[in-house]
C-alpha cells in the first residue's frame, strides 16, 4: 500500500494540444484523489455529491475561483478513482487470503487443516 507521502499533491500539468486554430496550451488536473475516494467510499457518498463537496471545499480555500478553474473536480474522474481504489483493495484482499488459504482455519473452536 503507498503511503501518505507518495499522495500528497500533484500539480496539474501542462499539455499542449494542437486545434483547428493552431496550438494552444491546455491545462490539466492530473492530481490524486485517493482520499477523497476513500473517503467517499467509506460513508457511501455518491460520485455527484463527492464531487460537488470536494469542489465547493476548493472554492472555500480559494483555489478555484472565476478565473482559475483547471482544478474544479468532476463526477468522471471522482468515478475513476474510485474504480482504481477499488482495484487496489481487492488486490490487496487477494493478497491476503492467499496467505490465509491453506493453512488453517478456526470453526467452532476447532482447528481444521485445509
Not at 37 to 64: E, H, M, P, Q, W
Request: glycine share 6%; with cysteine; charged share 30%.
Amino acid at each position: 500500500m503507498l503511503t501518505t507521502d507518495e499522495h500528497d499533491y500533484y500539480p496539474a500539468k501542462k499539455v499542449t494540444k494542437v486545434d483547428k486554430i493552431g496550438i494552444g496550451e491546455i491545462q490539466q488536473n492530473r492530481m490524486s484523489l485517493e482520499h477523497l475516494s476513500r473517503a467517499c467510499d467509506r460513508f457511501n457518498v455518491s460520485d455527484r455529491a463527492g464531487a460537488a463537496i470536494a469542489t465547493g471545499v476548493l472554492k472555500d480555500y480559494a483555489i478555484i475561483t472565476d478565473t482559475e478553474t483547471r482544478h474544479v473536480i468532476d463526477r468522471s474522474k471522482l468515478r475513476r478513482e474510485l474504480t482504481k481504489h477499488r482495484e487496489v483493495i481487492r488486490k490487496e484482499e487477494l493478497v491476503l487470503f492467499s496467505l490465509v488459504d491453506g493453512v488453517c482455519m478456526l470453526t467452532a473452536g476447532n482447528m481444521q487443516s485445509w
